[in-house]
């Protein structure tokens, strides 16, 4: 049998509490780099990259569903073209849904349902 270190249980407890409590700035960014699509060049580049990092660090957090939706958005900017950002927009908006569900800001959101196995 393991034994459990409840020190690191502590601590483990406590970045995940910090991490969640970063979930709403980290919606606040997404949405604002995403209204800078067709105005800023940078602007692309920058939301990929802020995507990509929510996608890599929630799922180490225990946000599953927040690392698989950005994923799924991931994989649509991969190589998007500048007409097509408003398709994208739908995926974006889920992402920042369970951003703030996970962090209790959103009382009008349901749990994520569960995305489908592609």
């Not at 709403?24 to 060049?41: S, V």
């Not at 950005?70 to 994989?75: D, I, K, M, T």
Request: hydrophobic share 40%.
């Amino acid at each position: 049998m393991i034994e459990r270190n409840p020190v690191a249980g502590n601590r483990i407890g406590v970045l995940h509490d910090a991490y969640r409590a970063s979930l709403p700035a980290k919606a606040r960014d997404i949405e604002i780099t995403f209204a800078r699509l067709g105005k800023d060049p940078d602007a692309p580049a920058e939301l990929y990259k802020l995507v990509h990092r929510l996608a890599g660090s929630s799922g180490m957090y225990g946000f599953d569903h927040v690392a698989a939706l950005a994923r799924r958005l991931l994989r649509k900017l991969d190589g998007a073209e500048a007409s097509s950002w408003m398709l994208i927009c739908r995926d974006k908006e889920r992402l920042v849904r369970s951003l703030h569900y996970h962090t209790g800001q959103c009382s009008q959101v349901e749990q994520p349902s569960p995305l489908p196995s592609w």
